[in-house]
């Protein structure tokens, strides 16, 4: 008891002593006429901090806090202390223009806490961190499956060391770029802090990491994306670029408060894999015609549809690269730009500054394109302004969040576009999904047996409707696993498709309001397969798997 009242007590003296501090502080503010500020109460802004050396700012008893544009916050304790008007000096010849606050001499020692997650850092010109180039090709050039990821990051948190420990964010995003992963998870348990990678869309477990060692990776993450470290019980997001073999590979973060501890995902953009041909996506032959004689056309809407992570962008993307020529202008609004495309002109939108989709699309058609591309219509503003330039003269791409492209009409007229309109603005629409390729060096023939040879004797007549050269087969194939693979049977991803073109007969259902069904049912004359199709046939030909194609859009027959 004696013990605990004297914890007690010293605590009630620490919070007395501070509060006179802070006292002080405010008496000193108004004898200097300045403003007085209380640190606990604001954000310690890293990027701020970084500006002044940790030994100058002890020195000078400081903190530069905050920082906005050239502008920037400085608490001192007092302006008679030697180092303070060399601080402001040195700042103000860089460009700054230093506000200076008085502060208590509690409040600046605290938020030089800050100093002991920026110290081992690297600032780059622009003054966010940077991953260094030499480190990062060492691991990707070391790591080649995930078991590799795992082997590498125990080694650093077995040897205790800290400067091994702030490399494990570069060993996992290493890891990351090695075996081609889109995102990177992590994820705070009760016992221990998981980390997982999505490779070819489905999560793998890659190591785990104790709640001691997570500390500091979280911190050099918030540091490496530019997030505020003492800022714990809201979400944030970031980005930072790091360069590899002289390709720059974005990763754009996001940290939310969790039970445990901040959860981390980190999106992996990597410019060769959004990179891909309009021929090497997988359409099949008949429906690869019909997408280059849609956006051959002087102008009209085409629409991808399917949930985020389906491929939508990479579609769009390649169908650019194949109009990309001197003789026309193609504008994109995206957000954010994924990949920077030679000879586009590119544009990012930004809500904080109102510049979203439909802003951004108006602004689009002042500068004379001959092709447009809008990241997603979201609402009726930009749905209109969308279909009146596919109706005066532009060829526009887009994207709609729609389970398939039966769906993209219904949403169109939901979200308040006229279906007479549409029937003239629209060419065609997409519906896709990404599933994953066999390995080629592991996968394994099988005889199919029970439900799949239902599955097959029910889909296959409709197919070889369109598709008559596709018969029956023998045999199909499943994953087995090798090194190649990482032990998953599967590498690489392709899409799936499906399509509906804006005909006679989908114009005539439009003047009733049709659901999806009827869409659908009005186009099987345009010899479209549907996305279920699309992946069988991609079955009997050995590149995907009866799993896959379940997982993906399911093997149940559309009602």
Not at 37 to 64: G, M, Y
Not at 200 to 209: A, R
Request: contains cysteine.
């Amino acid at each position: 008891m004696p013990h605990f009242q004297d914890e007690k007590q010293t605590k009630v003296f620490s919070d007395m002593r501070e509060k006179e501090a802070e006292d002080l502080a405010q008496i000193l503010a108004a004898r200097y006429e300045l403003p007085y500020v209380d640190l606990s109460r604001v954000i310690i802004n890293n990027n701020a901090a970084r500006l002044i050396p940790e030994e100058t700012a002890r020195k000078a008893k400081l903190i530069v806090y905050s920082v906005d544009m050239k502008n920037v916050s400085i608490a001192i304790q007092t302006p008679h202390i030697e180092g303070v008007n060399q601080v402001v000096t040195e700042l103000t010849r860089q460009g700054y223009n230093p506000t200076i606050l008085i502060a208590s001499e509690y409040g600046i020692a605290r938020a030089w806490e800050v100093y002991k997650e920026v110290s081992h850092a690297i600032a780059s010109t622009a003054g966010v961190m940077s991953v260094s180039n030499e480190t990062m090709q060492k691991y990707v050039s070391m790591i080649k499956t995930i078991a590799d990821v795992k082997a590498v990051v125990d080694e650093a948190i077995g040897s205790g060391d800290v400067h091994s420990l702030s490399t494990v964010v570069e060993i996992i995003l290493g890891g990351a770029v090695a075996t081609s992963v889109s995102d990177v998870h992590i994820e705070p348990e009760k016992e221990t802090v998981r980390v997982r990678y999505r490779l070819d869309g489905v999560l793998q477990d890659v190591v785990e990491i104790t709640h001691v060692g997570y500390k500091k990776v979280l911190a050099r993450i918030k540091l490496l994306a530019g997030m505020k470290l003492n800022v714990t019980h809201e979400a944030q997001d970031g980005r930072f670029t790091i360069k590899i073999n002289d390709i720059d590979v974005e990763v754009r973060t996001s940290v939310l408060p969790a039970a445990y501890a901040e959860s981390v995902v980190m999106r992996i953009l990597n410019p060769k894999s959004i990179s891909v041909p309009l021929e090497e996506l997988g359409m099949d032959e008949y429906f690869y015609k019909i997408m280059t004689e849609q956006i051959g056309k002087p102008n009209g809407l085409i629409l991808t549809t399917g949930p985020t992570g389906s491929g939508k962008t990479t579609t769009l993307y390649a169908c650019l690269k194949k109009l990309r020529s001197p003789q026309i202008k193609i504008i994109t609004i995206e957000d954010p730009i994924e990949y920077h495309l030679d000879g586009i002109s590119q544009t990012q939108i930004d809500h904080e500054k109102g510049y979203d989709f439909s802003h951004g699309l108006r602004a689009a058609v002042r500068q004379d394109p001959d092709v447009i591309m809008v990241g997603e219509i979201r609402d009726e503003e930009t749905a209109s302004v969308a279909i009146d330039s596919a109706l005066t003269g532009h060829l526009v791409f887009s994207t709609l969040h729609t389970n398939n492209a039966a769906g993209a009409i219904p949403r169109l007229i939901d979200i308040g576009v006229n279906p007479k309109i549409i029937s003239s603005a629209l060419n065609i629409a997409i519906g896709q999904r990404l599933v994953r390729r066999l390995c080629t060096q592991c996968k394994e023939e099988y005889v199919p047996v029970g439900k799949e040879i239902e599955l097959l004797m029910r889909e296959l007549p409709e197919i070889k409707k369109y598709r008559p050269n596709i018969e029956f087969p023998e045999h199909l194939w499943r994953p087995a696993g090798c090194e190649k693979c990482s032990f998953t049977g599967y590498k690489g991803r392709i899409s799936i498709y499906e399509g509906i073109l804006m005909d006679r007969n989908i114009e005539e259902i439009l003047r009733e309001n049709p659901s999806e069904r009827e869409i659908k049912e009005a186009s099987k004359s345009q010899g479209l397969l549907d996305m279920r199709q699309d992946g069988i046939i991609k079955c009997i030909k050995g590149i995907t798997s009866i799993a896959e194609i379940e997982r993906s859009v399911g093997l149940e027959e559309s009602r």
